[in-house]
């Protein structure tokens, strides 16, 4: 990994005038809080008490629109949790939505106000681990389905220079501790990681058909699972948001010919698996390439 991070600078010329949209879980709303941070210093984020509060009514001068600590019943772990942030100052304006379901009524909703609202420059989504471990037996098929639903509904509603990146789940540790793991998923520990892989092949191919973005977070965080994954399996240090960070800020300066100083994500010597719609190594999309990262897993167990 290069020694340079992405600046504040680079961030604020990059983001100027940009509406970015998140949508996922809490390892995306880490990523919305440590952009939130990058706007406004180059330091990291302190320590991991800035990424482990969900709901809270703010964070670094954001405001807590919708859910969190604003609902009657209390923060849950259950699917119906909503948390909706916002951050905006000055030229810049960043939103994070909580979503436990790629589609839905609650992902209608979104798009509603995407419909009523300023329409976004650049939505970043993921909600994989839940969708594969929250609906019953059916998870991953019922992923597939709303998952094409999902994307068929951001053509429709999405303009044209809307950048829509999916953002491959990350893996996970096969001893995942901590309130992810309710009981209700207990029987699924041992068929997460493999689950994820085929959500990530089908993520890719139905992102490819519709000419969407996918940035692969999974290939592009593996040499970082041992020093900057914590202890609960699911969740990243603040220096490994940042990592993701300018990865994410660099493929993004790519798509837009804006160079930043750490400008490596896509560029760089580490070959993308998967890249933009319209790059000619979208061959490396093969089905083949996915069924050796299950056997990978199934005979090591990494």
Request: aromatic share 12%; net charge negative.
């Amino acid at each position: 990994m290069p020694d340079v991070f992405v600046t504040m600078e680079d961030a604020r010329k990059l983001f100027r005038n940009r509406f970015v949209v998140f949508l996922g879980d809490s390892v995306v709303r880490g990523m919305y809080k440590d952009l939130v941070a990058l706007l406004q210093t180059d330091d990291l984020m302190i320590n991991e008490q800035d990424l482990r509060p969900k709901g809270e009514l703010t964070f670094r001068g954001d405001q807590l629109i919708e859910g969190g600590d604003r609902l009657m019943e209390g923060k849950t772990n259950g699917i119906g949790y909503r948390e909706v942030r916002q951050f905006q100052v000055d030229y810049y304006l960043v939103r994070f939505y909580f979503i436990t379901s790629c589609h839905g009524a609650y992902m209608e909703s979104i798009l509603d106000d995407f419909q009523r609202d300023v329409q976004p420059d650049i939505v970043m989504m993921n909600s994989s681990l839940w969708d594969i471990t929250r609906y019953g037996a059916k998870s991953v098929d019922m992923f597939e389905i709303n998952l094409t639903r999902c994307l068929d509904r951001m053509k429709q509603v999405l303009e044209a220079h809307c950048m829509f990146i999916w953002l491959t789940t990350l893996f996970v540790s096969s001893e995942i501790r901590g309130g992810f793991m309710i009981p209700t998923i207990e029987h699924k520990k041992d068929s997460i990681r493999l689950d994820i892989v085929q959500a990530n092949w089908y993520a890719a191919m139905k992102c490819k058909e519709r000419e969407f973005d996918v940035f692969d977070m999974n290939f592009r965080m593996r040499r970082w699972q041992y020093t900057e994954m914590i202890r609960d399996g699911v969740h990243w240090t603040p220096r490994g948001h940042r990592i993701i960070t300018t990865y994410l800020c660099s493929y993004i300066a790519d798509s837009f010919m804006e160079p930043i100083s750490a400008n490596f994500a896509y560029t760089g010597q580490l070959p993308a698996v998967i890249v933009h719609h319209d790059d000619p190594n979208v061959k490396q999309y093969s089905k083949e390439f996915w069924d050796k990262q299950i056997e990978q897993i199934k005979r090591t167990g990494k």
